[in-house]
């Protein structure tokens, strides 16, 4: 995990994320987890990732795999 790209709010980091045009995927998902890997705007290089159990990040997820749902 980057800490210049990625807040201690993982929801405003995707938030932020989206609204810039880049995309997020969740690359791995676990009942009380979830990695996210953050790509260019182009969908193409991953720039970074990270793994969160904040419960608010699990509920703004939802069933969700990538900014583009």
Known sequence: ?????VSADP???LLRWQYSGAIWRVVGRRPD??????YEC???QE??????T?????RFLG????SED
């Open 47 to 52: 720039v970074d990732r990270f793994t969160s």
């Open 11 to 13: 929801v405003e980091t």
């Open 33 to 38: 987890a979830v990695t996210i890997a953050l």
């Open 1 to 5: 995990m980057t800490v210049d790209r």
């Open 54 to 58: 904040d419960p608010a990040l699990l």
């Open 63 to 66: 069933e969700r795999a990538t």
């Open 42 to 44: 182009t969908g193409g």
